[in-house]
């Protein structure tokens, strides 16, 4: 994803993304997308943890060390 992408967030609602290493390709335009742990929105531009592997969101450090352990 590149900051300076205006067209992103031309959609109020849920975005669809595929989940890389260190990046992610948005395949639907929204403005958030749900954690997998605790289904809170989390908007685009404060996302920083999710998992490659299982193509999740997570809100924060916390849930994603809680999917990690099982």
Partial sequence: MNAFDRDLGK???LAV???GDGEYAVLSP???VLCAITNA???LDA???WS???QEAYASAAE???RWQG
């Fill in 47 to 49: 996302l920083r943890y």
């Fill in 64 to 66: 994603a060390l809680k």
């Fill in 17 to 19: 993304l595929h989940y």
């Fill in 11 to 13: 959609s109020d609602g």
């Fill in 52 to 54: 490659p592997e299982h």
């Fill in 30 to 32: 929204g403005r958030f």
């Fill in 41 to 43: 929105k989390i908007p």
